[in-house]
């Protein structure tokens, strides 16, 4: 399989197809963002990199860090985290603070901003220094520096984090969260205001194509069984209230964030992040989930 | 119309009934009250007071203070506050977040916790000493030192706020918040901490059944179109999603509170207040939602 | 009082205030209407007519037929009734099937379409010729025949009925419903095919304004407590989710149809009706509700 | 890998965990049935056979006939369906009238009871024999006569439409449906009344696990591409609001019945069918569920 032509034929073809979305506005930060920026950055279980665009320009991952902390607490947590929250997908848009309420207290996946709040309560229980210990594990599992926080987008998130907030005190109220709110924020925002290129992010992604072996930091991240049900998970929650279009239309586990990214793998084969920061109306990129659907049509193979 | 007869009447046909409910118990203040007390007063507009059973105890007023605080705001106000918060019935309980994510974080009504902390947002802005000019407003509408804080109550409110807070996070994402959160909650939960007897209580409600002026104060409180709205308000709103169960069985202006009390008023003739610390399943005083009924079955006349 | 002069001001003031609303387009029967036209008549407790504008124009009075259906039906059922409706505000669209589910096939009220469909199957079950007797009734009410059936609407209703037919199934799944669902739904339909001008409309809610006995009739049409009961209840729930904003602003017990038309009354006092195709987006007449609106601010006295 | 000894080993351990759900009771044809009945069935891809149990038992196949149905007009219908009917995994229970609602008449996916709805109004426009058409067709993807309708759960489930009732005249308001409902619901039902046991159940599935091929029928069923589309939205929509969990634990796409029956895939292996009568709360059988569960443990491939 010639992977770079294949890279590039659907660069090409997306690049060419005049797609139209919204920048995040939400924050500054991600706002005064070139929207024409575009690229994607394949990676094989042999460790090969096949790029196109500007998959070499650095874009803030947002909620793929997602996928990353989830992974950090899969380890130490096992089967316990699933009393605090469920698998299944929600069906509403990633903030949704009502469906917390008719389900009492318990996020619906770790993927929607409620669950993922749950993830780094455990988190911060867990790991003695949050920050350290999410960039040390992101950068193991690239196989060098690969990541570092924006700053600013950190406090900007921080200064804009009241729907989170409260989340999280909603949470708190359900008896699902056992920390200090302000420093749970701290570090979920932190998370979200890491930054990398398509190269490293797709790195970051190739254990769970490898069945959580992990040939950068040569060392297993995840068991099979924790490996396939992060994959699942992925593959019917990964893109919020569009989950279900994507596993139709891509049929790849993966996760977007609203900086523009998406990540994926297709098991035993490659990982592949793709970065747009022009969204649809969902909140997902246009042209990164456009990539991946052309990808897996040129493919011969498939998840199923 | 002998008020004392009738008074007498209704509170011996209501013991009478082994009415059984559970008191509140969301902070152990309000949990270890005697759940046999039960009172009721009624003042007309000369000011006569008759009374029944435990009608000079004291307890704790609850989401009734949401009216007073209501009417200090109103005054300032005008019609501006209308468009923060809208004037329909709930249909859903009181502290739901739901319907406020629905509603993009403009609360139903001023007298469920959304609506009544963009009240208490609002009297933060305009007042200067919020406690201080809270209890001053009642005393001088009851025309005597009525009323006074525990503090016990207050202090433990403020450690279960964690729902409220939920509340004031999600307003303010959505720009309807504009004071600091904690001084907010700490000003609503210092009204849901006021202690009155049924006397006072009655008394500080005699202005609603007068077209908005008070006999105690020796002055008009409320326009005669501001009383009028306040006590629709009241009849529409003032019991949760029970609202129109009462308006239907009862048919008075009112409000109740989780601390088992009911304030109500029957325009152009009285206000009367009941407590009772058992509870039904709605949040309201089982004992003094029924002592309503009677009395309003028993007197000739009616709003309707 | 000179009603006269108070309606003809009222009346002035509303035509000059240039208000532009949605002529109801369901069904091309109703889309026909000219927009333009607009009446007013009040009906003392005297008897006496006072009307304004298209006064003694026809017009289809679709949902205001459910207060006398629901009259009818509380002759004869008394409290049974209400273990099949509730008597909540609904805080939803009128035509909502979502609430039903979650409340388990028991309608918020009788005024919602679900509630009129229970209405109607018990009208169906202790009637012998509902539509007969549907209209002997209002014609009893307003003492002269007043009110015929439009065939083409009533037709026309049948063939846009599927959402009521959906209601109808649901309310039947959860054994909420007992005739069959065909002819209820021809009843029901019936009811809000027939025909009032102001006048008529305004006669035959006079009852309601004095405790239940009808000056028309020369009877008793429900006894004092049923009669303040449907007062509550049109207070609480007669203008769908802007029940509270009408009881806010204007302060009567009423209903509204989405032909056009708007009948209250202000007990003790009067009864009212109002007509102008032109609907706001939750379905009540603009002019209508303005003119209820103006006429209650001009007068000295109010329900509250 | 011995599939025999695989089946075997599961059939024993789930029959010895003593796992006690609830009979479907909603008909009395589908309460009768032996609640002890467990049996499973898997069919490689050269079509051996493995059963265990009461694998040659037949049943009744309910909802897992929505994935024939959906088959034969994706045939058909290619990219048009999807304007009618959605992708997205419900998070809502199968016969939810309120998530229609707030979509406005669009089902979420094909599998829950509106979606299917939609899908058997297009197999009626364009089969000229619903009924013969949809045996013809499971006979032909089996390679033999396997299936046959039960006349009496037919009957039962018509008889108790309601719901379905309700479901097709909410979607007929929002014109997404053409037919007739009563002639749509009478195939509906026929497809959920049909009958068969483990191994043809497994055999209508085994082209799904063989790129839309069927080696009975010798023929191609559905492009690779549409292959792809269906087993995706077995993933994440199959088992109504208990999709996300089976993926998790399972990772199959499948499809589960009231009736006890599960029929999955494994791309690329096998397809296996199993069935038991006893379910838990979401409506899925607790036997057939953990017999898959434990067979894909055992496993050493995955979708993942």
């Given at each position: 399989?010639?992977?770079?032509?294949?890279?590039?034929?659907?660069?090409?073809?997306?690049?060419?197809?005049?797609?139209?979305?919204?920048?995040?506005?939400?924050?500054?930060?991600?706002?005064?963002?070139?929207?024409?920026?575009?690229?994607?950055?394949?990676?094989?279980?042999?460790?090969?990199?096949?790029?196109?665009?500007?998959?070499?320009?650095?874009?803030?991952?947002?909620?793929?860090?997602?996928?990353?902390?989830?992974?950090?607490?899969?380890?130490?947590?096992?089967?316990?985290?699933?009393?605090?929250?469920?698998?299944?997908?929600?069906?509403?848009?990633?903030?949704?603070?009502?469906?917390?309420?008719?389900?009492?207290?318990?996020?619906?996946?770790?993927?929607?901003?409620?669950?993922?709040?749950?993830?780094?309560?455990?988190?911060?229980?867990?790991?003695?220094?949050?920050?350290?210990?999410?960039?040390?594990?992101?950068?193991?599992?690239?196989?060098?520096?690969?990541?570092?926080?924006?700053?600013?987008?950190?406090?900007?998130?921080?200064?804009?984090?009241?729907?989170?907030?409260?989340?999280?005190?909603?949470?708190?109220?359900?008896?699902?969260?056992?920390n200090n709110i302000d420093r749970v924020l701290d570090v979920y925002t932190y998370a979200c205001s890491l930054e990398m290129n398509c190269i490293d992010l797709a790195r970051s992604f190739s254990f769970f194509a490898n069945d959580g072996y992990c040939i950068f930091a040569k060392r297993r991240i995840l068991s099979q069984s924790h490996n396939q049900r992060i994959n699942s998970l992925m593959l019917t929650c990964g893109f919020y209230d569009e989950s279900g279009e994507f596993a139709f239309r891509v049929g790849l586990p993966g996760k977007s964030g609203v900086g523009g990214g998406v990540a994926a793998v297709l098991p035993g084969k490659f990982s592949v992040a793709a970065f747009s920061p022009q969204l649809n109306e969902k909140g997902n990129s246009l042209k990164a989930m456009k990539a991946l659907e052309l990808l897996t049509t040129k493919l011969e193979f498939s998840l199923f």
């Open positions: 399989m010639d992977y770079q032509a294949l890279i590039d034929e659907v660069y090409q073809e997306v690049s060419s197809m005049g797609l139209k979305g919204k920048v995040a506005d939400y924050i500054p930060q991600l706002a005064d963002i070139d929207p024409e920026l575009f690229g994607l950055a394949l990676v094989d279980l042999e460790g090969n990199i096949y790029g196109a665009g500007d998959y070499r320009k650095e874009f803030s991952i947002q909620s793929i860090s997602k996928v990353h902390t989830l992974t950090m607490v899969m380890h130490v947590f096992k089967s316990k985290l699933w009393h605090r929250v469920n698998v299944e997908p929600s069906g509403n848009p990633f903030n949704s603070v009502a469906q917390l309420e008719y389900e009492k207290g318990i996020p619906r996946n770790p993927f929607i901003n409620a669950g993922a709040l749950v993830i780094t309560d455990a988190l911060v229980s867990k790991y003695e220094n949050p920050e350290k210990d999410i960039i040390d594990f992101i950068n193991d599992i690239t196989g060098h520096k690969s990541v570092k926080v924006n700053e600013l987008v950190h406090q900007s998130e921080i200064d804009h984090s009241d729907r989170n907030m409260a989340l999280a005190h909603f949470l708190k109220a359900h008896n699902n969260f056992n």
